[in-house]
């Protein structure tokens, strides 16, 4: 595949929406997506709620969606946006990158973000990784997002048996070390719909699980060490409960999936953190109504019958998260 530029198809960095957004005290949402139903509801939702977004892919999807597809598939977003008439501009960004040459191939095929993600690493690995990463990035114009810390959970190819709380102390040492452009932190979230155990919980009168609240004070510790520091919060969906209830009642088996309560995102968005990554959340708007339909009409086979309505659900589970959860609505 020819080396492209993300100009060229018309996609911006997140250099200027983190500016805004840590000015402005909101976050700027980072959706996942695999298809074209994803695609086009992360696009109309968030054209309609006038909310500049980030368009993530991590390695599988990238794999799943094919990599020459993919660039077509984000221009096709460039155009869907302009015939809207809408000024809406959004970054593609590749969520956890593991290795340089990852982070490269997708540079070079019209990213203009990539994350390398290199936790898993010893601390020097991991800064040397980064480093690397960044200088080929920066020379491209493509920003770079790091990440310190471990995140428990299970996502695409990520897995952690164990969170490990980002460390203050080495966050400054770290960005000035690499010159990454923003920074993703562990202070409690996790991948996956389960991101808690039940022992990890506790439950309210209702009966209905509450998770341990995110550690604050860690975040608060990193703004005082890098003030105004582009900050990422990943495995941040909220496994919405309504559709973990749907996906039950009509067949499924999640038992126990619990998220992080939204005023708690909502808390984190007036803060230095900037981006928000929702992936399982759209997971489960899309499954919910396909079961649903399934369920209700079980002689159902035109795909459009079923991919419709979870499109349309997942399109208005983002305009919903974008103007209360984020904040990012109407910050076009």
């Known amino acids: 595949m020819e080396k492209i530029s993300y100009k060229e198809i018309g996609l911006v960095t997140t250099k200027e929406m983190f500016q805004k957004a840590v000015a402005g005290g909101y976050a700027i949402p980072a959706y996942n997506f695999n ?8 696009v109309l939702g968030c054209v309609e709620s006038q ?12 794999k799943y969606a094919n990599q020459t597809l ?12 302009k015939e809207a008439g809408s000024n809406v501009k959004f970054a ?9 040459d990852l982070c490269k191939s997708c540079i070079d095929s019209g990213f203009s973000s990539v994350m390398i993600d290199g936790s898993h690493h010893k601390y020097d690995e991991n800064v040397a990784l980064t ?31 164990k969170s490990i709380y980002t460390q203050p102390d080495e966050v400054e040492d770290f960005v000035k070390k690499t010159n990454v452009d923003s920074l993703a932190i562990s202070i409690g979230t996790s991948h996956g ?20 609240p995110l550690r604050f ?8 060490r890098i003030p105004g520091f582009p900050i990422v919060l990943h495995g941040a969906s909220s496994v919405v409960p309504e559709y973990v209830d749907i996906i039950n009642k009509c067949g499924g088996a ?9 005023e708690q995102l909502r808390r984190a968005a007036r803060s230095a953190v900037c981006k928000i990554n929702i992936d399982s959340d759209g997971r489960l708007a899309i499954t919910a109504m396909i079961r649903k339909v399934f369920t209700e009409n079980p002689g159902e086979f035109d795909p459009r019958k079923y991919l419709g309505p979870a499109r349309e659900e997942l399109k208005k589970m983002i305009i919903y998260k974008n103007k209360e959860v984020l904040g990012s609505a109407g910050k076009a």
Do not use: W
């Open 131 to 161: 480093k690397k990463v960044v200088e080929y990035a920066h020379a491209n114009g493509v920003v770079v997002e790091g990440e310190l810390g471990v995140l428990a959970g299970i996502e695409d190819d990520v897995e952690a048996a």
């Open 193 to 212: 719909a389960y991101k808690f155990t039940p022992a990890q919980c506790t439950r309210n009168e209702k009966g209905v699980l509450e998770p341990p």
């Open 70 to 81: 993919l660039r077509f598939m984000a221009m096709g977003a460039v155009a869907m946006i």
């Open 254 to 262: 999640l038992k126990d999936a619990v998220g992080i309560p939204t």
């Open 92 to 100: 593609l960004h590749l969520d956890h990158g593991d290795t340089f």
């Open 51 to 62: 909310s500049p977004f980030i368009l993530q892919v991590s390695s599988g999807a990238r």
């Open 35 to 42: 298809n074209m139903e994803q695609l086009q509801a992360i």
């Open 217 to 224: 004070d860690i975040l608060e510790e990193i703004e005082k």
